[in-house]
C-alpha cells in the first residue's frame, strides 16, 4: 500500500510539473496578437487623422508640420532631463525586481539583475510584458532558477504594478477631480471595484476563502501564496518614487515641447497614460494615443512628446550596458 501510494505521489508530482512547463512555455494565442494588431492599427489610424488635421489647419504639409514640431523643442534640456531621470528610473526599477526575487526565491545581488533588466528593455519596446519574459529567461539560463519560479515572481510584480498605478490614478483623481475629462468620473467606481477584488484575491491565496479549491496551488502562483499584505505594501513604497519624480520630469518636459501642464493636471493623467504604454502595441502607440486625446489642442507637440518620452529611456537605459 505504502509502494502504491508513494507512486501515485510520484505521477501527480510529474503530472503537475508537466502542466507547469506547459503553462509558463504556452505559446502566444493568436487571438490576442490579432486584438493588439487591430488597437495597434487604430492608435495609428487615429494618430494619422489628428495630425494630419492639424497640419491642413496650419496649411501644411503632414511632414512639414510634424519638422516644425520637433524643431521647436527644447532639446538640450530635455535631454539632460531624460537622461537623469532614466537612471533614477533604472535603478528604481531594477530595485523593486530584485527585492521580488529576494522576498520569493533567493538572495540575488542588484548589481547582478542590473543587466538583465537593462537588456529587457530593448525586447519590452515591442512588448513590456515580454520584457518581464526575457527576464525570466535570463535567470532562469544564468541562475538555474526553474522557470516557472521565475516567471512567478514576474507576474506577481505585474500584478502590483496595475494596482500600484491605479492607486496613484485615484489619488490624482481626489486633487483634481474638477478639472478632468469626463471619463474620469468611473475613477471611483473602478477603486473601488479593485479595492474589494484585492481583498479578495489577498484572502483566497491566504486560504481563507475557498481553502479547498486546487488553483492556488499551481506553481506559477506560488508568489502569491507567499506574499502577505507587506509585501504588497512595500512594492507600492518601493516603486512611488518613481511615479512622483516621473510628474514632475513629464511636466517639465511638456513645457520644453511648448505645452502647458501643471503638476495636479499630470498627477492623474500619468498612472493612466502608463497604463496605456503597458498595452503590447509597438513603440507604445497606444501611450502616444493617449497624450493626444488628453491635449487635444496640441496634437503634433503630443504626439512627438509621446513618442521620444516613452521609448527614449528604454533605449538609453538598453544601452547602459
Not at 493588439?36 to 497640419?55: D, P, Q, S, W
Request: with cysteine.
Amino acid at each position: 500500500m505504502s509502494d502504491q501510494t508513494e507512486s501515485k505521489k510520484t505521477v501527480e508530482t510529474a503530472t503537475e510539473e508537466k502542466n507547469e512547463r506547459g503553462l509558463t512555455q504556452r505559446k502566444p494565442n493568436p487571438i490576442g496578437r490579432v486584438v493588439f494588431l487591430i488597437i495597434t492599427a487604430v492608435c495609428f489610424a487615429y494618430l494619422y487623422y489628428r495630425l494630419n488635421g492639424a497640419a491642413m489647419r496650419e496649411g501644411l504639409l503632414l511632414t512639414d508640420y510634424m519638422t516644425q514640431v520637433f524643431a521647436n523643442v527644447a532639446w538640450g534640456p530635455w535631454l539632460a532631463l531624460m537622461m537623469g531621470y532614466s537612471l533614477f528610473y533604472f535603478a528604481i526599477d531594477t530595485l523593486v525586481v530584485t527585492r521580488a526575487l529576494n522576498w520569493f526565491l533567493a538572495d540575488i545581488k542588484f548589481k547582478d539583475i542590473l543587466p538583465i533588466r537593462a537588456s529587457a528593455y530593448i525586447i519590452s519596446i515591442f512588448n513590456e510584458q515580454i520584457g518581464k519574459g526575457a527576464m525570466a529567461y535570463y535567470l532562469n539560463k544564468r541562475d538555474q532558477i526553474p522557470g516557472w519560479e521565475v516567471g512567478s515572481v514576474m507576474l506577481f510584480i505585474m500584478f502590483c504594478e496595475i494596482f500600484y498605478l491605479l492607486v496613484w490614478a485615484s489619488i490624482g483623481f481626489v486633487f483634481s477631480s474638477e478639472g478632468l475629462p469626463d471619463v474620469f468620473s468611473l475613477m471611483p467606481i473602478i477603486a473601488g471595484g479593485a479595492a474589494i477584488f484585492f481583498v479578495i484575491w489577498l484572502l483566497y491565496f491566504q486560504g481563507k476563502i475557498l481553502p479547498n479549491n486546487t488553483f492556488r496551488q499551481k506553481r506559477i502562483l506560488d508568489s502569491f501564496k507567499q506574499a502577505k499584505l507587506k509585501h504588497y505594501l512595500m512594492f507600492l513604497l518601493l516603486r512611488s518614487p518613481a511615479l512622483l519624480l516621473a510628474i514632475v520630469v513629464y511636466t517639465t518636459a511638456l513645457n520644453l515641447f511648448g505645452v502647458e501642464a501643471s503638476f495636479l493636471q499630470l498627477l492623474p493623467y500619468l498612472p493612466v497614460i502608463f497604463f496605456a504604454a503597458a498595452v503590447p502595441t509597438p513603440m507604445r502607440a497606444a501611450a502616444i494615443t493617449f497624450w493626444v486625446i488628453l491635449f487635444p489642442e496640441n496634437e503634433g507637440q503630443m504626439a512627438a512628446f509621446g513618442f521620444v518620452q516613452h521609448n527614449f529611456f528604454i533605449l538609453f537605459n538598453a544601452v547602459l550596458v
